[in-house]
């Protein structure tokens, strides 16, 4: 996709025309608030002697074969302790599992991986001895001893490669390939408005891009996995926008704008939903910043006229509501006066007569 500054402000500007700017149903967010195993009142289903699963959310299409590369996130407890001791949600960048080349620590994990399609998301029930075994771990994951194991897993996408060949074994160009076709996938997928199987090849395609691999890069190859990596965190925060979970967004634009200060989308989607939480200077902030970059943007200028007006309308209620109260203190104000006009009177009242009859009380005596 031509990242252009024209092609930028098209995109904000038309953004329910623009492909990488639809709404979609975000997947990988946490069922809950992630301290627990969630409750789940699904039938139990036995894939192996130590492995069961109930899921949570059914999935689509097929399931991986072995040598499939899957894209996954978990969190994992101690089944019996309810410990949790890792959680890739944190993360914000999905794990890759290659089925038949696990860790033998993650054999349980695997194999309930294999009976789950693209969405799927279930809990798994491992036993310790396709876990962390009869010693555990103490390095991280810390996992213990002769532990049973429960995993809230949602698989994301997987790619069927024969030869099971890990992104760790690709080159760099592989990678930023592999991810360019998932984000063009993801496209494609959105014009027919399948929104999940679209906002699915989007996290996989950051998840080629992760930042042990970023980290690797510079000059054009860096450039050339970014202009992939980063207009998938921007449709991701305009998924979130519309599904109004504005703080997921907020830390998708600063991903963004972590590598690209300057980046107009990231910007104004910060913006947009730093406006919906209220935080309007913060969001005017970023909307001046925006069209610095875009100035020539009309949703830009739409976004900024937009807080003008509310600020008014607020201005205006508020000034409304103070003019009730003055109204009310002045005319409370008034009816004070005349009643202290009316004491007085009395008061120079008594005081005269009480002049006239002293001064009778004298002659008199």
Request: aromatic share 8%; net charge negative; with cysteine.
């Amino acid at each position: 996709m031509d990242e252009s500054l024209e092609n930028q402000s098209q995109t904000l500007d038309q953004e329910n025309e623009i492909v990488t700017e639809g709404s979609a149903v975000v997947h990988g967010e946490p069922s809950q608030d992630g301290s627990v195993p969630p409750n789940v009142d699904t039938e139990v289903e036995v894939l192996d002697e130590k492995v069961s699963k109930q899921i949570i959310k059914e999935g689509h299409g097929s399931k991986p074969s072995k040598y499939s590369t899957c894209f996954l996130h978990y969190r994992a407890w101690t089944k019996h302790t309810q410990h949790k001791f890792e959680d890739t949600w944190q993360e914000q960048q999905p794990i890759e599992l290659v089925l038949g080349k696990e860790k033998k620590e993650m054999a349980g994990l695997a194999i309930g991986v294999s009976s789950m399609k693209s969405g799927e998301r279930a809990l798994l029930h491992i036993g310790w001895e396709l876990g962390y075994g009869k010693d555990g771990n103490f390095s991280f994951p810390n996992g213990p001893p002769m532990a049973d194991l429960l995993y809230e897993v949602e698989v994301i996408g997987f790619d069927e490669t024969k030869e099971g060949k890990a992104r760790s074994d690709m080159t760099v160009e592989e990678r930023i390939g592999a991810a360019d076709r998932r984000k063009m996938d993801g496209n494609n997928l959105f014009k027919e408005d399948k929104l999940e199987e679209a906002m699915q090849q989007y996290e996989m395609a950051i998840a080629y891009m992760g930042d042990d691999f970023m980290f690797q890069l510079y000059g054009k190859y860096q450039d050339m996995a970014l202009a992939v990596k980063n207009p998938c965190h921007l449709n991701i925060a305009a998924c979130l926008i519309k599904l109004k979970r504005y703080d997921e967004a907020i830390g998708h634009c600063n991903i963004v704008l972590t590598e690209e200060e300057k980046n107009p989308k990231a910007l104004f989607r910060r913006g947009k939903a730093k406006a919906e939480l209220g935080q309007m200077d913060s969001a005017r902030e970023d909307f001046r910043k925006a069209q610095k970059y875009a100035p020539d943007d009309n949703a830009i200028r739409r976004e900024l006229r937009g807080i003008a007006e509310q600020e008014k309308a607020v201005y205006q209620k508020q000034k409304e509501m103070y003019k009730g109260m003055f109204v009310g203190r002045e005319e409370s104000g008034g009816k004070g006066k005349s009643r202290n006009w009316l004491i007085m009177l009395w008061q120079w009242l008594v005081s005269l007569f009480s002049r006239i009859f002293g001064r009778h009380r004298v002659k008199a005596d």
